[in-house]
């Protein structure tokens, strides 16, 4: 993907506000978008005390900006939102971090579902029973990451990795090849998705 300016920003957020579904994203489109403000931040600070009138266009420029990638992430947080109650996974690409807040608001409405089950069933959870799990849990020597507290995800590499990675999980990963699919932790993949090293892949049976 190229470079993004001015005029691509604005058109996703335009694209955002007027489309119902949640519209494609992704962790490099959004790091180009932030790094596109930050190179605007860095042009406005090194100009002189005798260019005001370019120092005042970057300013506004830097407004805009700053209001446009906010109400953009904010109208796909709302989106975000209405799919996970309406019962559906948004189809559009979500970055990393929309699709951990997805995923905790999602176990949140199946946790709450499970307290109204109980309750009907007449045996909701008790606080004590709560308090003696999460003793339990403190008392558990550390070793090995518990992976069922690790977030996974599946992805795509348009770049070759030659070298193996140590998971957050201390599991061991790689080599991959271009064109490979991995279900690897959340963690390990971040600044890969930022700098086009792979991209998200949803396994069709995620798809609802």
Do not use: C
């Amino acid at each position: 993907m190229s470079e993004l300016g001015y005029a691509d920003i604005q058109a996703a957020w335009k694209n955002e506000q007027e489309n119902e579904g949640l519209q494609n994203l992704g962790d490099l489109k959004l790091s180009k978008m932030v790094s596109y403000l930050s190179n605007v931040r860095l042009s406005l600070a090194s100009l002189g005390a005798d260019e005001q009138i370019q120092a005042d266009i970057l300013t506004q420029e830097i407004l805009n900006l700053e209001f446009m990638i906010e109400d953009l992430l904010n109208i796909r947080k709302q989106k975000i939102l209405k799919s996970a109650l309406s019962g559906h996974r948004p189809r559009g690409d979500m970055t990393l971090s929309e699709e951990d807040f997805y995923n905790r608001f999602q176990n949140a409405l199946d946790g709450h579902a499970e307290y109204v089950n109980d309750s009907l069933a007449g045996t909701p959870k008790t606080t004590k029973k709560k308090k003696k799990e999460k003793k339990a849990k403190r008392e558990e020597p550390e070793s090995v990451p518990d992976t069922d507290e690790i977030d996974y995800v599946y992805v795509r590499f348009l770049r070759e990795i030659e070298e193996q990675v140590m998971g957050l999980d201390e599991r061991t990963y790689g080599p991959f090849k271009k064109e490979s699919v991995a279900k690897l932790p959340a963690a390990n993949v971040s600044h890969w998705l930022r700098d086009g090293t792979v991209v998200r892949f949803v396994p069709e049976e995620d798809i609802k």
